[in-house]
């Protein structure tokens, strides 16, 4: 079983900072690939940036420059960095681990910009 947690959603003015997190747990499991994604109602799921132990870092055009997605292997987890934020980037930020072919996400953190 394979179980994913995101932390570090908010509120946030435009201009400013988060930093999301996504500590994986679970048997024979290791953060290879990790992408972020998000969501906003009545859209589909976007993603947003990936890591990847080989590929070049991936980040949708949107956040190009402004998002950093990093890893720390030592704790599981991974971490996306979104700066000069914009109220566009208001949405559900969800992480997934693709293993065995089998995709698994993490409840989701609300990521809200705002004046």
């Known amino acids: 079983q394979v179980q994913l947690v995101e932390s570090g959603g908010g509120l946030a003015q435009p201009g400013g900072s988060l930093r999301l997190s996504c500590t994986v747990s679970?048997?024979?499991?290791?953060?290879?690939?990790i992408k972020w994604y998000r969501q906003v109602p009545g859209k589909e799921r976007e993603l947003v940036a990936r890591?990847?132990?080989?590929?070049?870092?991936y980040y949708a055009n949107s956040v190009k420059g402004r998002f950093t997605i990093s890893k720390d292997t030592s704790k599981n987890t991974a971490y996306l960095r979104m700066n000069l934020l914009k109220p566009e980037d208001t949405a559900v930020y969800y992480c997934?681990?693709?293993?065995?072919?089998?995709?698994?996400w993490g409840q989701g953190t609300q990521v809200t910009v705002s004046s």
């Open positions: 997934n681990l693709n293993k065995g072919g089998q995709n698994f």
């Open positions: 890591i990847h132990s080989v590929l070049p870092n």
């Open positions: 679970g048997s024979n499991v290791s953060i290879t690939a």
